[in-house]
């Protein structure tokens, strides 16, 4: 088994920070902004994320920070309850609770979920970056980085962003284009398979293009703030103690307030369960998370974050899928793109107010192809219906809904594609002349009944049925009352009935005289 931390990886864990670090920023601050939060706690958010849940987490690859998943939630809160600071107070009952929900277990949730949803989650999510980035790439920047709702806070929806061309921005336009193919470029065997070359990050090669482009541009070109990366200056240490805002006492009695905390605990645990599950199953390593340790670990970064003014904190898939694609090998990477935030937001907020973001924009839309590649719905094309259908749902669901809408629908079809094949596997019919055969498959449910119930119907006086279940494993209560019912209507219709090898899933009736009769 592979440590949690590993030096020998320090290079890729280094490198893939960095990486991680420039996806992070502009998300932190565009969840906070769509959240209707102060800006600061979404770093606040992001940094907890990366330094104390990468600490206490298990995953090898997974990131923490602000979710755009909770973002409607947060907000709506913030106004119901009225303040920010007794928010607060629902962030750090949501991190106790999910503190108790990981000691009780309830990380096996994640198992339940079939692949086919889980796969179709990273592709809808890989188009909705595509989707959502290629405005930002052009400099149409009204929709807030890190909003992944269909319907955007800024009146548009995902499609009918895209059609603002007329609202572009020369100067944005030119550094996503250039961006963009640096990092195509930079994914090419032949530096691939240069060493030299292969020590530098694409993603941040593509930044600081994206810093010198925009300040060699003539004036006519140059990218205005309003589509740079905009963090707040704090100056010096003594002033961060302006922006960390504590809950108040007396919120945490407060029935809104404990409503507000159990929601938040129920959603954010339920979208990092989701996204470990993908997370893991991205990992060419192929790590198992410890799900009840993450549970834990999410639940006291929600108590740190709420206690010092930070927004709520899941594990984010895509943060987890920048780090695996960067070459990221243990948590290290996580915990120093934490480190990363806090230092330059302190240190240097003035050079990332230069980033452009239509070079952040462009890194996310590599990305987003990535985690959406065509031969992902190929491979599950050729998988079968059972497959490609809730994978398909998915997608689309998760694409005109939000995260876990969607999951919950791709989980339902999921569900219900099982219940109708068994259903129309688990009676298949024989018949020879008079003699019908029905062969019960595996498992029959109470939903067959109604098939089973009609070809006992078509069966006229003179004819005979067997019914096999020597490959069955399983018959449902309401199926042995069908047959028992049937058994003693046989006789009165003269239908010679045959039972083979179901005596062995034997079943007890009591009748009216307290008596027990079994199928035999």
Known sequence: MSKEFDFKFLGKDLSSSIVVFLVALPLCLGISLVSDAPLFSGLIAGIVGGVVVGFMSGSRLGVSGPAAGLAVIVAEAIKDIGSFEVFLAAVVIAGVIQVILGYIGAGKVAFYFPSSVIKGMLAAIGISIILKQIPHAIGVDKDPEGDFKFFQSDG?????????????????????????????????????????????????????????????????????????????????FSGLSEYLIHPTLASFAKFKVIKVGVVIAIIASLETLLCVEATDRLDPRKHITPTNRELKAQGF???????????????????SSANIQAGGRTKLAAILHGFFLFGTVMLIPNILNMIPLSALA????????????????????????????????????????DLLIGILIGLL???????FTNFRSAIVLEQIDRHMIIHFKKDVFFYNRAELMKLFSSLEEGDELTLDGTKVDFIDHDIFLAIQDFKNLSDEKNIKLNIVDITRKKITFINQADATEEIT
């Open 413 to 419: 079809v999921g569900i219900g594609y099982v219940l």
């Open 301 to 319: 970064g929600n108590i740190i974050s709420g206690l010092i003014g930070g927004i709520p904190v899941t594990q984010v898939i895509v943060r």
């Open 156 to 236: 548009e929806t995902t499609f009918s962003e895209l059609l603002n061309f007329e609202n572009y921005v020369p100067g944005a336009l030119m550094v996503g284009a250039i961006c963009l193919v640096i990092l195509i470029f930079w994914e090419s065997k032949w530096v691939k398979g240069n060493k030299i070359l292969n020590l530098i990050p694409g993603p941040l090669l593509a930044v600081f293009a994206g810093i010198g482009l925009n300040y060699w541009f003539p004036e006519a070109l140059v990218i205005s703030k309003e589509h740079l990366v905009r963090i707040p200056e704090i100056g010096s």
């Open 362 to 401: 462009a890194i996310l839309l590599v990305i987003g192809f990535k985690l959406a590649k065509p031969s992902m719905f190929k491979r599950l094309y050729h998988e079968g219906q059972d497959q490609f259908i809730p994978f398909i749902t998915t997608i689309i669901a998760v694409l005109f809904t």
